[in-house]
T-cell receptor, first 115, second 113 residues
Framework: AQSVSQHNHHVILSEAASLELGCNYSYGGTVNLFWYVQYPGQHLQLLLKYFSGDPLVKGIKGFEAEFIKSKFSFNLRKPSVQWSDTAEYFCAVNAVTGGYNKLIFGAGTRLAVHP | DAGVTQSPTHLIKTRGQHVTLRCSPISGHKSVSWYQQVLGQGPQFIFQYYEKEERGRGNFPDRFSARQFPNYSSELNVNALLLGDSALYLC????????????FGQGTRLTVV
């Protein structure tokens, strides 16, 4: 069965620290990869996506992610976090099976950034 | 520019009751998917509809059903509610196809008591 694993459930950082959130997936076929963010009280928003091409993708608010196919990984990075990055982050894989697409989400990582 | 809208935002139901949740997709999107997000977990896929037909179903019991209307809006129905059905129910709309992204609504918070 397909699955997505996020290694860190809770991360606490100080402002200006660097961030890396791990994401691994298990699926042997073609995948699209996503990072979504959920700010407190808001809906899930897309941070960035990978469909094909350059494995290093840049998203909104200074976030980037690197797709490493051999490691089945899609880690999220930001060189310098801000207090406003406090949110929950979800990695998701879009697996095409049986003629339809569905998103498989990881359990999420809660990030708290202290001023 | 209206995003995905869901109603109601909050709902409290008693065990054994039935509930209907509603979703209106972004204009131009013909695919609607439903997800269940239990506290502390990531969203789990329930259904996907495209052009009024069910195109995919996750690992949920038959108490869960859905439909899509000619205007592409959708309803999720849950019968014989259990305490474990308490969750945030998310609706996502998208274009149909592989290289598409899903846009999520605010969700409906269902509490079963």
């Amino acid at each position: 069965a397909q699955s997505v694993s996020q290694h860190n459930h809770h991360v606490i950082l100080s402002e200006a620290a660097s961030l890396e959130l791990g994401c691994n997936y298990s699926y042997g076929g073609t995948v699209n990869l996503f990072w979504y963010v959920q700010y407190p009280g808001q809906h899930l928003q897309l941070l960035l996506k990978y469909f094909s091409g350059d494995p290093l993708v840049k998203g909104i608010k200074g976030f980037e992610a690197e797709f490493i196919k051999s490691k089945f990984s899609f880690n999220l990075r930001k060189p310098s976090v801000q207090w406003s990055d406090t949110a929950e982050y979800f990695c998701a894989v879009n697996a095409v099976t049986g003629g339809y697409n569905k998103l498989i989400f990881g359990a999420g990582t809660r990030l708290a950034v202290h001023p | 520019d209206a995003g995905v809208t869901q109603s109601p935002t909050h709902l409290i139901k008693t065990r054994g009751q039935h509930v209907t949740l509603r979703c209106s997709p972004i204009s131009g999107h013909k695919s609607v998917s439903w997800y269940q997000q239990v506290l502390g977990q990531g969203p789990q896929f329930i259904f996907q509809y495209y052009e009024k037909e069910e195109r995919g179903r996750g690992n949920f019991p038959d108490r869960f059903s859905a439909r899509q209307f000619p205007n592409y809006s959708s309803e999720l129905n849950v019968n014989a509610l259990l305490l474990g059905d308490s969750a945030l129910y998310l609706c996502a709309s998208s274009f149909w196809g592989l290289n598409t992204e899903a846009f999520f609504g605010q969700g409906t918070r269902l509490t079963v008591v």
